[in-house]
T-cell receptor
Framework: KAGVTQTPRYLIKTRGQQVTLSCSPI?????VSWYQQTPGQGLQFLFE???????NKGNFPGRFSGRQFSNSRSEMNVSTLELGDSALYLC??????????????FGEGSRLTVL | GQNIDQPTEMTATEGAIVQINCTYQ??????LFWYQQHAGEAPTFLSY??LDGLEEKGRFSSFLSRSKGYSYLLLKELQMKDSASYLC????????????WGLGTSLAVNP
């Protein structure tokens, strides 16, 4: 079955702009989590959605937001971009929210560069 | 605070055995995970430990000691394709069962 699909794979923006990233989970998976990955900070949890509801949220400013649609597809938005937002944004899907095994299936990420 | 420590880099030789350590201090514990991430690719799940002891899966094994806040990933019969970053992650307990991630250990396997 198809894996987790993220679009776009690469994008370049300038400071002050906003960006929307999209994630299509594995068919049947209802939980989608978003992470920011940078060399210095590693994987930082942004938020998790399950059945269109935000279940968990990380310690990121309000400029970072997300949503999930009825078909489990998810989008995240970053407004008023800053240089420090340059990172790889990873989406991960799983069968259930906070499932005990916790196995996450990651997409290949959207690499954002802010100039 | 919450903290996960792993060595930043390790080097090993093809065919050898390498052990990647992970120590953690988190608010509650509900499982520890190891993921593998090749450069430019998505992380992929390797193992999950929630009880003390060793879990073996082919060439890879993972060990957990909850009392010591310690885990290791053991890779045997190293292959060049094992060159990757290895990420340790701990899931909090309770309602807020988020994954807390280490920075990863970059393993280079040399011929």
């Amino acid at each position: 079955k198809a894996g987790v699909t993220q679009t776009p794979r690469y994008l370049i923006k300038t400071r002050g702009q906003q960006v929307t990233l999209s994630c299509s989970p594995i068919s049947g998976h209802r939980s989608v989590s978003w992470y920011q990955q940078t060399p210095g900070q590693g994987l930082q949890f942004l938020f998790e959605y399950f059945s269109e509801t935000q279940r968990n949220k990380g310690n990121f400013p309000g400029r970072f937001s997300g949503r999930q649609f009825s078909n489990s597809r998810s989008e995240m938005n970053v407004s008023t971009l800053e240089l420090g937002d340059s990172a790889l944004y990873l989406c991960a899907s799983s069968l259930a929210s906070g499932s005990n095994t916790g196995e996450l299936f990651f997409g290949e990420g959207s690499r954002l560069t802010v100039l | 605070g919450q903290n996960i420590d792993q060595p930043t880099e390790m080097t090993a030789t093809e065919g050898a055995i390498v052990q990647i350590n992970c120590t953690y201090q988190t608010s509650g514990f509900n499982g520890l995970f190891w993921y593998q991430q090749h450069a430019g690719e998505a992380p992929t799940f390797l193992s999950y430990n929630v009880l003390d002891g060793l879990e073996e899966k082919g060439r890879f094994s993972s060990f957990l000691s909850r009392s010591k806040g310690y885990s290791y990933l053991l890779l045997k019969e190293l292959q060049m394709k094992d060159s990757a970053s290895y990420l340790c992650a701990v899931k909090n307990a309770g309602n807020n069962r988020k994954l807390i991630w280490g920075l990863g250990t970059s393993l280079a396997v040399n011929p």
